[in-house]
Each structure stands twice: as structure tokens, then as C-alpha cells.
């Protein structure tokens, strides 16, 4: 079965960085583009970032743009949020999620997701 | 591109729940449902309008239309109880989810 398994997060200081990885197994990694979807404490969810399936290209949400960079490493199945520059508004469960079509050059849908990964940007 | 959905809706056991989720010309475009429950990542249970995902009961059902999509609940039960949010893509805006609505079942 599908299974996406963050990790990365933790506690970091405003203006800190953290990497957080997703390591995904029971699909064709190769064949799908990846997402990273968070929710901050108490508040709805709010998508961040999509990197197409062969990493050709990505997106990002405006609000981290420029602070953020997603990236894969297909032979680690493997997918990764950088994020740089970070602020309080930061604070959020992080969620990888694996988009819903075969090669899609565009997002569609959050298939399947992690169970999350805890970022709390505090001083 | 803004989506709105009702904060909550409040449904009695075994009757229907309707969760709208309203946008311009939302009949346009393809739209999507989650359900998560309090501490629970979400899950997938209506995918291009009306679509539901291998394992989501047969109770829960899609539409778009016009400026509405809806995620019909029939028959609700309290573990149907959870937020559930709507989704598009919208490639000028990069919007995605709706606010989310809070499902009572009581």
C-alpha cells in the first residue's frame, strides 16, 4: 500500500532553517509529482509547494516563495522541503502528499498523504 | 480565485448532510474532496467532481454545477463527523483549498 513517512521537524528559531524529507514506497515514485501541504494549529490546510514527477518543474504558494524550495531524488524515492528564512507563521504540520495522476504536468489532486511532520518556529 | 464553504453544518443521524463549496464558475473546473478528523491527516473521498476514491462508502457522493460544487453525505453517522474541505486548481491564483467545514453529527 502507499505509504509517504515525513520527518525533518522540530523546534527552530525565526530566521532558522530546516530541511524535511518524505520517503514514499507502494507506488511508482518516478511516475507522480509530490506535494507539500501544511496546517497551522487550529486552522485550515494550506498547499505549498509541487515539484512535477521528474522534477523538470515546480510550484510554489506565494508565501514561500523565494524561502522555500522543494526537491526529489527519484533514486531515493524521496521528497524534500527546504525551507529557509523561516517566521512564527511557519508554524505548521507539514504534509507530503502524492498527486492523484500518472506524469501530470500540472496539480490535480492530494491522493495519498503522510501523517505529518511538527515545524514550531519560536524563539 | 476565492472558495467559500459554510464554517460548519450541524446533520442528525441518518439524514443527509450537504457541504457546499462556491466559487465562480466552479462547474468549470475539476474539484475535490477531503475529510480529517482532529489529529488525523486528511483523506481523499471525492476526487474530479464525483469520483470516490477504492475504501470511501458509497454514502458519499460529489456534484459541480454552475458557481456551487457539493459533497453529499447520505445516511450520516457520527464517525462521519470531521472537517472536510473542497479543492481546485487554479494556475493564475494558485489557490487550492477552501476554509473548511466543520460537520456536527447530533
Known amino acids: 500500500q502507499v505509504q509517504l513517512v515525513e520527518s525533518g521537524g522540530g523546534v527552530v528559531q525565526p530566521g532558522g532553517s530546516l530541511r524535511l524529507s518524505c520517503v514514499a514506497s507502494?507506488?511508482?515514485?518516478?511516475?507522480?509529482?509530490l506535494h507539500w501541504v501544511r496546517q497551522a494549529p487550529g486552522k485550515g490546510l494550506e498547499w505549498v509547494a509541487f515539484?512535477?514527477?521528474?522534477?523538470?518543474?515546480?510550484y510554489y504558494a506565494d508565501f514561500v516563495k523565494g524561502r522555500f524550495t522543494i526537491s526529489r531524488d527519484n533514486s531515493r524515492d524521496t521528497v524534500y522541503l527546504q525551507m529557509n528564512s523561516l517566521t512564527t507563521e511557519d508554524t505548521a504540520v507539514y504534509y507530503c502528499?502524492?498527486?492523484?495522476?500518472?506524469?501530470?504536468?500540472?496539480?490535480?489532486?492530494?491522493?495519498?498523504w503522510g501523517l505529518g511532520t511538527l515545524v514550531s518556529v519560536s524563539s | 480565485y476565492e472558495l467559500t464553504q459554510p464554517l460548519s453544518v450541524s446533520v442528525a443521524p441518518g439524514q443527509t448532510a450537504n457541504i457546499t463549496c462556491e466559487g465562480n464558475?466552479?462547474?468549470?473546473?475539476?474539484v475535490h474532496w477531503y475529510q480529517q478528523k482532529p489529529g488525523r491527516a486528511p483523506v481523499l473521498v471525492i476526487y474530479?467532481?464525483?469520483n470516490r476514491p477504492s475504501g470511501i462508502p458509497e454514502r458519499f457522493s460529489g456534484s459541480n454545477s454552475g458557481n456551487t460544487a457539493a459533497l453529499t453525505i447520505t445516511r450520516a453517522q457520527a464517525g462521519d463527523e470531521a472537517d472536510y474541505y473542497c479543492?481546485?486548481?487554479?494556475?493564475?491564483?494558485?489557490?487550492?483549498f477552501g476554509g473548511g467545514t466543520k460537520l456536527t453529527v447530533l
Open positions: 479543492q481546485l486548481w487554479d494556475s493564475i491564483t494558485a489557490r487550492v
Open positions: 474530479r467532481d464525483t
Open positions: 507502494g507506488f511508482y515514485f518516478n511516475y507522480y509529482g
Open positions: 464558475n466552479i462547474g468549470s473546473k475539476s
Open positions: 515539484i512535477h514527477f521528474d522534477a523538470r518543474d515546480q
Open positions: 502528499a502524492k498527486d492523484g495522476v500518472h506524469s501530470s504536468s500540472s496539480v490535480t489532486y492530494f491522493h495519498f
